[in-house]
């Protein structure tokens, strides 16, 4: 009976991870700039990974330690990356699309020559 729940639990995970990892692809490719195509895809593949690498957990106990370290690399990795790549495209002049309200790490940057100017 247990074998039958990790099974089902195993594969549930997959799939919802397989869901998760599917809808970040289809996010990259709907956003209308850089910045949301980022964060869309950060996002959805942490959670798709972990989802995935949890379902492989249960269908193979053995691995779970390892899986636990790769999730922990994933949750450390993927937020360090994006925010990477974000400052990089801010600081090489990607434009956010029109319907962008705030840039706040324009003002910041617009504060900081200022206070440099006085």
């Known amino acids: 009976m247990f ?3 990790c099974v089902v639990a195993g594969n549930l995970s997959l799939v919802i991870g397989s869901l998760f990892l599917f809808s970040a692809g289809l996010g990259v490719l709907r956003m209308p700039d850089t910045y949301n195509r980022i964060q869309t895809g950060t996002k959805a593949t942490t959670l798709g990974t972990i989802m ?5 957990a249960f269908l193979h106990p053995p691995w ?3 899986l636990i370290i790769l999730i ?4 450390l990795t993927n ?3 994006s925010h990477a790549l974000a400052r990089a495209a801010h600081t090489i002049g990607t434009r ?3 319907t962008t309200v705030v840039d ?3 003002s910041d940057e617009d504060e900081a020559v200022k206070e440099q100017a006085e």
């Not at 995935?52 to 492989?56: E, Q, S, T």
């Not at 922990?72 to 949750?75: A, D, L, R, S």
């Open 3 to 5: 074998d039958l729940v």
């Open 96 to 98: 956010e699309t029109e």
């Open 72 to 75: 922990f690399f994933v949750m």
């Open 79 to 81: 937020p360090v990356s």
């Open 64 to 66: 779970t330690l390892k």
């Open 52 to 56: 995935v690498l949890i379902g492989i």
């Open 104 to 106: 706040a790490l324009d």
